[in-house]
């Protein structure tokens, strides 16, 4: 299967086309993302574990900080919107008096019909990028409109089990976090940065993330370092370095303790160890 490039998520928008069997890794996300399938098949692995499937016609909403593999099972044209969680929550708060019945809190990709109207809005949004208006300030004016268009043309409640994930009132907490754990060598900075003292903020973080941070920061360099190894870019040793191990072995039992392998079993084993 032909590997494609990185997806990097610095753009608001983005207009994504995959040749069947071809795919795209997603890492360290600091905002959340909606995909638009405008045409084609595609399916999402998360967490290495959940795995769902979106149809021309669907949209789906991935959450922060999250590894994963985007696979065309048939040629696909995606429109992908990374979203504003300070602009969002404003209207999120309209949802928050609803309730939740029959909903499945456990789902990671919420997904969603595309309506017709916003539809339309993405295909001329897809030209006017094509030819060339990619600005910010377009892109930024157009993410707003689509804030305006999702409340104007879904009920309340479907909105509610699309956002979910927003409708806690530790999400600002967590986008803290997200937006800020690359910064910091460890807890204790982290917890400094937000204004915390370190047993405040290890309480807050296991209530809002359901493990210590130390567990959860631990999980996010594993998954990091993992990729640069199966990416064989760099070097074994230059990856141990970069990540600041003490030696070559203590970064070989890392892998070992984190990832089930030692890094060059997982250099071996490439980017099947990714699905």
Known sequence: MEKANNMEFQDIWENIFLPEQTYRIMENLSDPVIFFLLEGNIRFTINDTDVYTLDAGEMALLPEAILC????????????????????????K????????NTNYEEIVKKMPVSEIIGQFLLLLRKCMTKGLVSYYFLDLKRNELNLLLFACYEKKALARFFQPFLSKDIQFKHFVLSNYLKVKNVQELAILANYSASGFIKKFQKVFNESPYQWMQKQKAAKIRIDIS?????LQEIANEYKFSSYQHFSGFCKAMLGFPPTDIRLK???LLL
């Open 94 to 101: 309209l949802l928050e008096e609803l309730s939740f019945e």
């Open 270 to 272: 490439g980017h099947n």
């Open 69 to 92: 593999r985007i696979e065309a099972l048939k040629q696909s044209a995606i429109m992908k919107c990374a979203l504003s969680v300070e602009s969002l929550l404003v209207k999120i």
């Open 231 to 235: 990416r064989g870019v760099k070097s």
